[in-house]
T-cell receptor, first 113, second 108 residues
Framework: DSGVTQTPKHLITATGQRVTLRCSPR?????VYWYQQSLDQGLQFLIQYYNGEERAKGNILERFSAQQFPDLHSELNLSSLELGDSALYFC????????????FGPGTRLLVL | GIQVEQSPPDLILQEGANSTLRCNFSDSVNNLQWFHQNPWGQLINLFYIPSGTKQNGRLSATTVATERYSLLYISSSQTTDSGVYFC??????????WGAGTKLIIKP
């Protein structure tokens, strides 16, 4: 158990809908990262937050947004969902904001029908 | 951006065999992580290894940053070692760039 929790574990929804994925980092970790793992694109970095502020953006679509709250949990919002958004979404956390070991949660498996 | 290549893409071994997985990267990196994704999808940290050699039980890893590669050794394989092994390198301070993975199947 990495100490990073993600909810829900599974999510099935329809095209055009909006969903929110939640992540709680390990105790004491200030950075949260979001990654998407799809069959055709592999694992891709989406976005990073450090202590409530956005620090880095990767291949995140404009339909996706995220935030980190004062209690350091983070939410990833996916809107106007398309079939191609079906993927495994991982949250990771690390202590600081530089190159450190990232610990991954169990992931949320999203299926868009 | 940095390119990360892993080889072989697939590996099928009998229980008890040893294996070496390779990760090549296209540019200088300061840090690299190895992960195991088990059949249930969970990503498990194996090593954080910017350079040198580290060992953890039957697993060990070596990174030669100057030559832009890292190796993961698995000795005396067990069926629970099955899954996909990823290496990921840091681009900039925050972003992990991932290889495509090596899918390992250990047969009993």
């Amino acid at each position: 158990d990495s100490g990073v929790t993600q909810t829900p574990k599974h999510l099935i929804t329809a095209t055009g809908q909006r969903v929110t994925l939640r992540c709680s980092p390990r105790s004491g970790d200030l950075s949260v990262y979001w990654y998407q793992q799809s069959l055709d694109q592999g694992l891709q970095f989406l976005i990073q937050y450090y202590n409530g502020e956005e620090r880095a953006k990767g291949n995140i679509l404009e339909r996706f947004s995220a935030q980190q709250f004062p209690d350091l949990h983070s939410e990833l919002n996916l809107s106007s969902l398309e079939l191609g958004d079906s993927a495994l979404y991982f949250c990771a956390s690390s202590l600081g904001q530089a190159q450190e070991t990232q610990y991954f949660g169990p992931g949320t498996r999203l299926l868009v029908l | 951006g940095i390119q990360v290549e892993q080889s072989p893409p697939d590996l099928i071994l009998q229980e008890g065999a040893n294996s070496t997985l390779r990760c090549n990267f296209s540019d200088s990196v300061n840090n690299l992580q190895w992960f195991h994704q088990n059949p249930w999808g969970q990503l498990i940290n194996l090593f954080y290894i910017p350079s040198g050699t580290k060992q953890n039980g039957r697993l060990s890893a070596t990174t030669v940053a100057t030559e832009r590669y890292s190796l993961l050794y698995i000795s005396s394989s067990q069926t629970t070692d099955s899954g996909v092994y990823f290496c990921a390198v840091f681009q900039g301070n925050y972003q992990l760039i991932w290889g495509a993975g090596t899918k390992l199947i250990i047969k009993p």
